[in-house]
């Protein structure tokens, strides 16, 4: 069973702009979910979180060019993470993934660092173009 799945990757050029969705599955409701990124050779980075009331996080390296935002389904109905990204450019070239986490519990969101979020997404990539 895969529980986050990530979609929306592909190549933009620099200065565009790109959404990337994860579906989530409900067993991760009420959970402090997140996106990270990975490019070749760099550390696993986080990039935002967002708790299970709908409040939001950023790394300085995205702040005010990403946003993370979710959709709240209906009992039974997989929630949707997303990521719009913004003024993109290419440092920004990498695999985006999906991540969850119950660490601090309640939904509560209080890290940005891999080791605190214990499910995965598959990834998506991301290439920038000049």
């Known amino acids: 069973q895969v529980d986050l799945v990530e979609s929306g990757g592909g190549s933009v050029q620099a200065g565009g702009s790109l959404r990337l969705s994860c579906s989530v599955s409900?067993?991760?409701?009420?959970?402090?979910l997140g996106w990270f990124r990975q490019a070749t050779g760099k550390a696993r980075e986080g990039l935002a979180r967002?708790?299970?009331?709908?409040?939001?996080?950023?790394?300085?390296a995205v702040k005010g060019r990403f946003f993370i935002s979710q959709d709240n389904g209906r009992n039974g109905e997989k929630t949707n993470l997303y990521l719009q990204m913004d003024r993109l450019n290419s440092d920004d070239a990498a695999i985006y993934y999906c991540?969850?986490?119950?660490?601090w519990g309640g939904g509560q969101c209080r890290g940005l660092l891999a080791d605190e979020y214990t499910s995965w997404g598959q990834g998506t990539q991301v290439a920038i173009s000049s």
């Open positions: 991540t969850a986490t119950n660490k």
């Open positions: 409900v067993r991760y409701h009420g959970y402090c």
């Open positions: 967002i708790d299970s009331v709908g409040k939001t996080t950023y790394a300085d």
